[in-house]
């Protein structure tokens, strides 16, 4: 692994007495608070001894995990200071130096509009062993503003540069300094790795420092955020104006489908397209061969339940067509149908549960904030996702997407070094287009000598009936730590990554790397994967 002059300094500077450059004991986990590491404060550094227990984030309560290992638990913050707008910052991080070290340094992603400091556990798969737990030194960070949901700092030039990218190159910087001097050397091996923003992170490590890690996980990645936010007011301008309304004549943006009407898209979906991977089985995995139109829906009397009225036909076409402006220039990507619709983590994401005129969908309240305060820049008051004008939108997020979207296609150093970039996406991602992240990787194909050129350094993995980063009709939990560790250490690119899921109970099913996908070979267990194989369509 290639190293810069300051890792190379910390390396090298171990002393007789057994410090190192930084002042602290090897293994001195209190010492640690004393560390003199530029524009660092350490705010505290102690022992959790084996045995402990932390419930998992994202909203899940009831799922454990642990029991952890003893580790080295650090906290503290770069670069703390009083922001333009009066208001305080400092990237705020997590390091977790496990006592039984495998030699390794995980860096674990964000999510959403960050803000929050996430326990540095390093999750590698649902259901699957945490990075920490398989000896990684993890390290987490906020982004460099604090108060999860609070997207005021989109207002703030340097939080703002923090979020888009600066926030991770600081806690790499810092998280090395302190691994070095507790371990006494640098990891063996360095891997990024994230999901929906993180995923984002992710691909910004590889596109703008490609010699500080040696592998990445983008999962859903945000790489075009700033024009998924557009994407975002498009869907919801799209279904708000089909919703009914109430006695003020107010629209409910819940109503514009019920459940009944997404279930029925699903299923019809499903009818069309299930069985073109050879078996029916609530599964679309030959997805480029998918050709459905809702139109096919449309009722020829009065609206059922078995059928939508020609206002919802046309919103769902808008809406999976893509965001684009009245010249017909595309704002966002369009979007695959897939079983996932029906779910409620697709509902949740596009038009929400709320029975009243006040929207809950993340879409209107996660993404309003973040589109006034970060993606629309210079800040237009009044503006929100209800009234975004789209021959406007690019003009208005264009500085936001210069620095936050990780859009670059020349991965050429990082590829040079032996980099591996393994991206998984689900179909039915209600938030981030899997369409967008295919044209992404197109696009680096033409840009780095074709597929199979690319495919050694970088390879996609579609998720069928998946939504965003887990959850839907789907195979959602598979190992992808282990994938990319084999084919940075060892050498064995993934051809397939074998997945569970508990809405499939007992099934195996392989993911398989972009353009492939899992036909059933026709005989054998339908529930077994073994059966499955990938396949280059037609």
Not at 274 to 281: P, R
Not at 411 to 436: C, E, H, M
Request: hydrophobic share 35%.
């Amino acid at each position: 692994m290639r190293m810069k002059w300051w890792a190379l300094a910390a390396a090298a500077g171990i002393l007789a007495c057994g410090k190192i450059s930084i002042g602290v004991r090897a293994q001195d986990c209190a010492g640690l608070k004393n560390a003199a590491i530029d524009q660092t404060k350490i705010e505290s550094a102690e022992v959790v001894p084996a045995g402990s227990t932390i419930s998992m984030p994202m909203g899940m309560p009831g799922l454990q995990i642990g029991p952890l290992p003893a580790f080295c638990k650090v906290t503290g913050v770069v670069r703390d200071r009083t922001g333009a707008d009066g208001k305080h910052y400092g990237i705020r991080f997590e390091l977790r130096l496990p006592s039984d070290w495998n030699g390794k340094f995980f860096f674990q992603g964000g999510g959403g509009t960050d803000g929050n400091l996430g326990p540095a556990i390093g999750m590698a798969g649902f259901g699957k062993p945490t990075a920490l737990e398989r000896g990684y030194a993890v390290v987490s960070d906020d982004g460099g503003h604090q108060g999860g949901g609070d997207t005021s700092f989109g207002r703030e030039q340097q939080a703002r540069l923090d979020y888009a990218f600066e926030s991770t190159i600081e806690t790499t910087r810092v998280a090395r300094r302190l691994i070095a001097a507790y371990y006494g050397k640098l990891p063996a091996h360095s891997y990024f790795v994230g999901c929906s923003n993180g995923g984002r992170e992710a691909m910004m490590a590889v596109e703008r420092t490609p010699l500080d890690f040696d592998g990445a996980i983008a999962g859903d990645p945000g790489f075009r955020l700033t024009h998924a936010a557009i994407g975002e007011a498009w869907d919801t301008q799209a279904f708000i104006a089909i919703a009914p309304k109430d006695a003020q004549g107010h629209p409910i943006l819940s109503k514009a489908f019920s459940n009944a009407d997404l279930k029925l898209v699903s299923d019809a979906v499903l009818a069309k397209c299930d069985a073109l991977d050879g078996i029916k089985d609530g599964e679309i995995n030959n997805f480029s061969a998918c050709k459905f139109d809702p139109a096919a829906l449309t009722c020829k009397g009065a609206k059922t339940d078995q059928c939508l009225s020609r206002d919802q036909v046309e919103a769902l076409k808008k809406s999976f067509g893509g965001a684009h402006d009245s010249h017909g220039n595309a704002l966002y990507s369009s979007w695959p149908y897939d079983a996932g619709i029906g779910d409620m983590g697709w509902r949740m994401w596009k038009i929400g549960t709320s029975e009243t005129t006040q929207p809950n969908a993340i879409n209107t309240t996660m993404g309003a904030q973040a589109l006034t305060d970060y993606f629309v820049h210079p800040y237009v008051e009044g503006l929100t996702p209800f009234n975004l004008d789209f021959d406007r939108a690019a003009a208005l997020s264009d500085q936001t997407a210069r620095i936050n979207d990780a859009v670059d296609t020349d991965l050429s150093t990082f590829a040079a070094r032996g980099g591996k970039l393994l991206i998984y996406q689900g179909l039915s991602d209600p938030v981030f287009s899997a369409d967008d992240i295919v044209n992404y990787y197109r696009q680096v194909e033409r840009d780095n000598g074709g597929q199979e050129k690319t495919a050694s350094m970088a390879r996609l993995f579609l998720v069928p009936g998946m939504n965003h980063c887990a959850g839907g009709p789907a195979t959602d939990q598979f190992d992808s730590l282990a994938a990319l560790e084999k084919w940075v250490e060892q050498g064995e690119a993934p051809q397939s990554i074998m997945a569970t899921g508990s809405a499939f109970p007992g099934r195996t099913r392989p993911l398989c790397p972009y353009p492939q996908y899992a036909a059933y070979n026709g005989s054998g267990d339908p529930q077994d994967g073994k059966n499955f194989t990938c396949k280059n369509p037609e």
